[in-house]
């Protein structure tokens, strides 16, 4: 448990912190180490004398010579390792020196390059953070709960590595991506580092490369299903909402079907979301609504195309039909502006082995008996394309390049200002690179990734492109709800969040601008959407009325180094 208490004044502004530890101990403790930024006071009440090198730095000067550090380093995977590394030594020294580095540090922690470290995490195994909870270990997840560092906790990220971005099953290598969403949490909303909780069910693994391997150190043993999948959930979820009942649970990286069903099961019964679906969902949709204000078109008078129509495919699309529903169309017609294509090609209604999800936004073959297809029975991306004209063509496949030449020139010639997003990473799993979108659509593409990519240069001129991050909306959301102790997360909750960051769109003044804000604006992004979200709890019944700006105030964390008293 932790070993430390944060005394507060009457303002709920941090005081000092208390703590019994003393000399290595206090070093070794990455939430407590302020390395050599220990005043002199506190190196002789904490037996730190000639354990530091004589000087004492601020915060600034630390983070400096860090970032120097960094710069030394030759590719994201080490830049990625090193700030771990610090992350494990010195966590608010961690939390100053990526905060000041935002945009260029965001993506090197987390996507793209978090896949690169998920992939090697047994190799580059590191200090311990969080839990691990294994299959084996199912008749001990109580035990297993009380044994985290810290008591209080507001917020756990889980995942069973099932399907880790584009790169598919990780086993417990999805442990890295709990841990960087829950920096991401902090990073981009404030929310406190030292009240959450990453944890990574093992619940074997169908990598064969990873059973092969002799250095994975997760259970070998094929990805349990079906009833007793279930049932460890199920243990697993009853076991954290007996010891932390007003826990928020975030879901992440569940594979397709699991990722869906585990959502459906709880979403009722405590505050819980969905990244992959929810977050995903709202981020694309605000995209979506961006882009179409700035075509000066109605929602309501789109033909939206998803090219994958997996977890995060169908999740966008869920959101995309509650917008629709929203602007006045019943549910049957928001459905029908909605195309998906998945392996088979284009959705349809008669298929056998699709998922429950899929299964609304299928199409009767009778809509496109009048198509020109090569092959009657299925209708590829180019084929719908050609037929379809869609205005917003959306990519959630990991298929490199799926967004051709072809494809796009075929698109553009349909549509004035198609939209374009091709949202699949890490980069290497991008449907379209954005020079190619401008190119080919000469210069007329609305568009936004799902991993960074460089300025677009055309006919002179530079142009940012929109990074389609999650991190715009899930750590808004958190802080929202944890702030005011929210029940349950509802659709409007979502929608609140959609909203909030829509509004903050460049586009909205300049249609040639980018239609999300730049990444060095997510914190102030973040504070919005937490308001938004917090208020709409209120309005659903599922929080207390509050002072919504205290109750942010109060719990908002920053990477501060405070005073330490001896206990």
Same mark, same amino acid.
């Given at each position: 448990?932790l070993?430390?208490?944060?005394?507060?004044? %009457?303002?709920?502004n941090i005081n000092h912190i208390e703590t019994? =530890?003393?000399?290595?101990q206090?070093?070794?403790?990455?939430?407590?180490?302020?390395s050599?930024?220990?005043t002199a006071?506190?190196? #002789?009440?904490?037996?730190? =004398?000639? #354990?530091?090198?004589?000087v +004492?730095?601020t915060l600034d000067?630390?983070?400096?010579?860090?970032?120097?550090q960094?710069?030394?380093?030759?590719n994201?995977? &080490?830049?990625n390792?090193?700030?771990?590394r610090?992350?494990?030594?010195? $966590?608010t020294l961690?939390?100053r020196v990526v905060?000041?580095?935002?945009?260029e540090?965001l993506p090197?922690?987390y996507?793209p390059t978090?896949?690169?470290?998920v992939?090697k995490f047994?190799? $580059?195994?590191?200090?311990?953070?969080?839990?691990?909870i294994?299959?084996p270990?199912r008749?001990?997840i $109580?035990?297993i +709960?009380?044994?985290?560092?810290?008591p209080?906790v507001d917020?756990?990220?889980?995942?069973?590595g099932?399907r880790?971005?584009?790169?598919?099953?990780q086993g417990i290598?999805?442990m890295?991506i709990?841990?960087a969403?829950l920096?991401?949490?902090?990073l981009c909303?404030g929310?406190n580092?030292?009240r959450v909780?990453?944890?990574?069910l093992?619940?074997?693994? /169908?990598?064969?490369?990873?059973l092969k391997?002799p250095?994975?150190?997760?259970?070998?043993?094929?990805r349990?299903e079906?009833?007793e999948?279930?049932?460890?959930i199920?243990?697993?979820?009853?076991a954290?909402?007996?010891?932390?009942?007003?826990?928020?649970l975030?879901?992440e990286d569940?594979?397709r079907d699991n990722?869906?069903?585990?959502l459906?099961?709880?979403r009722?019964?405590? =505050?819980?979301f969905?990244?992959?679906?929810?977050?995903?969902?709202?981020?694309a949709?605000s !995209?979506?609504?961006?882009?179409v204000q700035a075509t000066g078109?109605?929602?309501?008078?789109?033909?939206v195309v998803?090219?994958g129509?997996?977890?995060?495919?169908v999740?966008?699309?869920d959101?995309? !039909?509650?917008?629709l529903?929203r &602007?006045? =169309?019943?549910?049957?017609?928001?459905?029908?502006?909605?195309w998906?294509?998945d392996?088979p090609?284009l959705?349809f209604?008669?298929?056998?082995?699709l998922?429950?999800f899929?299964?609304?936004?299928a199409k009767?073959r009778q809509l496109i008996?009048?198509?020109?297809? &090569?092959?009657?029975?299925k209708?590829?991306l180019?084929?719908?394309?050609?037929?379809l004209?869609?205005?917003?063509?959306i990519?959630c496949?990991?298929?490199?390049?799926?967004f051709n030449?072809?494809?796009v020139?075929?698109?553009?010639?349909?549509v004035e200002h198609?939209?374009i997003?091709?949202?699949?990473?890490?980069?290497s799993?991008s449907?379209?690179v954005?020079?190619?979108?401008?190119n080919w659509?000469n210069?007329?593409?609305?568009?936004a990734?799902?991993?960074?990519?460089e300025?677009v240069s055309?006919?002179g001129?530079?142009?940012r492109v929109s990074?389609? /991050?999650n991190a715009?909306?899930f750590?808004g959301?958190?802080?929202?709800?944890?702030?005011?102790?929210?029940?349950?997360?509802?659709?409007?909750?979502?929608?609140?969040? !959609?909203q909030?960051?829509? *509004?903050c769109?460049p586009?909205?003044k *300049?249609k040639?601008?980018?239609?999300l804000? *730049?990444?060095?604006e997510? %914190?102030?992004?973040s504070q919005k959407?937490a308001?938004?979200?917090a208020k709409?709890a209120i309005?659903d019944?599922?929080a207390?009325?509050c002072?919504? $700006?205290?109750?942010i105030?109060? +719990?908002k964390?920053?990477?501060?180094?405070?005073?330490?008293v001896?206990v």
């Amino acid at each position: 448990m932790l070993n430390f208490k944060i005394v507060r004044d %009457q303002q709920g502004n941090i005081n000092h912190i208390e703590t019994q =530890l003393e000399g290595y101990q206090l070093l070794r403790t990455a939430k407590l180490n302020k390395s050599n930024a220990f005043t002199a006071e506190e190196r #002789k009440t904490f037996k730190l =004398l000639a #354990k530091l090198p004589y000087v +004492i730095e601020t915060l600034d000067e630390q983070a400096a010579r860090l970032y120097t550090q960094y710069l030394e380093k030759n590719n994201n995977l &080490q830049k990625n390792i090193f700030l771990n590394r610090l992350h494990d030594s010195n $966590e608010t020294l961690f939390y100053r020196v990526v905060s000041d580095h935002l945009k260029e540090m965001l993506p090197v922690v987390y996507t793209p390059t978090v896949g690169d470290a998920v992939q090697k995490f047994s190799l $580059e195994l590191r200090e311990q953070r969080g839990l691990f909870i294994s299959y084996p270990d199912r008749d001990h997840i $109580e035990e297993i +709960i009380e044994n985290r560092l810290n008591p209080a906790v507001d917020l756990i990220v889980v995942t069973d590595g099932g399907r880790v971005l584009g790169i598919g099953d990780q086993g417990i290598g999805g442990m890295d991506i709990s841990i960087a969403k829950l920096m991401v949490y902090t990073l981009c909303a404030g929310v406190n580092p030292h009240r959450v909780l990453p944890i990574q069910l093992d619940v074997g693994t /169908n990598n064969e490369e990873l059973l092969k391997d002799p250095m994975y150190l997760g259970w070998r043993h094929k990805r349990i299903e079906g009833k007793e999948y279930d049932d460890f959930i199920d243990l697993f979820v009853s076991a954290v909402r007996k010891k932390l009942p007003a826990i928020y649970l975030h879901w992440e990286d569940f594979g397709r079907d699991n990722a869906r069903k585990n959502l459906e099961r709880y979403r009722k019964k405590m =505050l819980t979301f969905n990244d992959d679906m929810q977050g995903t969902g709202a981020t694309a949709l605000s !995209c979506v609504l961006s882009g179409v204000q700035a075509t000066g078109q109605k929602m309501q008078d789109q033909r939206v195309v998803f090219f994958g129509a997996g977890t995060a495919g169908v999740g966008i699309a869920d959101q995309v !039909c509650a917008a629709l529903t929203r &602007q006045g =169309l019943s549910e049957v017609e928001a459905r029908a502006k909605i195309w998906l294509i998945d392996r088979p090609g284009l959705l349809f209604d008669d298929m056998k082995d699709l998922a429950d999800f899929q299964k609304p936004y299928a199409k009767s073959r009778q809509l496109i008996k009048s198509w020109q297809l &090569q092959d009657t029975s299925k209708a590829s991306l180019l084929e719908t394309v050609k037929n379809l004209k869609p205005t917003v063509l959306i990519g959630c496949s990991a298929l490199f390049g799926a967004f051709n030449e072809e494809v796009v020139r075929t698109m553009a010639a349909g549509v004035e200002h198609p939209i374009i997003l091709p949202l699949s990473n890490p980069t290497s799993k991008s449907e379209a690179v954005p020079q190619d979108l401008y190119n080919w659509t000469n210069g007329k593409v609305i568009t936004a990734t799902g991993s960074p990519f460089e300025d677009v240069s055309f006919n002179g001129k530079k142009y940012r492109v929109s990074q389609s /991050n999650n991190a715009f909306v899930f750590p808004g959301l958190g802080l929202g709800v944890i702030a005011v102790r929210a029940k349950l997360m509802t659709d409007n909750m979502i929608w609140a969040a !959609c909203q909030a960051l829509t *509004d903050c769109s460049p586009a909205k003044k *300049d249609k040639h601008a980018p239609i999300l804000p *730049d990444l060095n604006e997510v %914190q102030a992004v973040s504070q919005k959407i937490a308001r938004a979200v917090a208020k709409q709890a209120i309005t659903d019944g599922v929080a207390q009325d509050c002072d919504i $700006e205290k109750a942010i105030n109060s +719990i908002k964390w920053e990477p501060k180094y405070y005073p330490y008293v001896k206990v």
